[in-house]
């Protein structure tokens, strides 16, 4: 089981940008999916996740108000949507399994199978 992230690019401060996430060769709707991103020097950071169960989310303070992360069943796609984007917000982005998602898995990086992330650049 691998995850793949992609949709990262350049833009503007106050920009939009959804990302999104794919699985190779298994249907991603019976799994619990996940957000985190490392921005160049930092350590990674948990930003969101999306319940396989019943479709809860939750989102780091740093990103609440501005990313939703959403999943299409049909199109084995969860996305994240990113709006108001800030250079802080600069960072590979990573999509990967879960058990569950809640502020402990997020917040630990409590995260497997993620494959290649995709890179976002926030900037004028």
């Known amino acids: 089981v691998q995850l793949q992230a992609s949709g990262g690019g350049l833009v503007q401060p106050g920009g939009s940008l959804t990302l999104s996430c794919a699985g190779s060769g298994f249907t991603l709707d019976y799994y619990t999916i996940g957000w985190f991103r490392q921005a160049p020097g930092k350590e990674r950071e948990g930003v969101s996740c999306?319940?396989?169960?019943?479709?809860?989310?939750y989102y780091a303070d740093s990103v609440k108000g501005r990313f939703t992360i959403s999943r299409d069943n049909v199109k084995n796609t969860v996305y994240l949507q990113m709006n108001s984007l800030k250079p802080e917000d600069t960072a590979v982005y990573y999509c990967?399994?879960?058990?569950?998602?809640?502020?402990?898995?997020?917040?630990?990086?409590?995260?497997?199978?993620w494959g290649p992330g995709t890179l976002v650049t926030v900037s004028s």
């Open positions: 999306i319940s396989s169960s019943d479709g809860s989310t």
């Open positions: 990967a399994a879960a058990r569950l998602c809640n502020v402990v898995v997020v917040q630990t990086l409590d995260f497997s199978s």
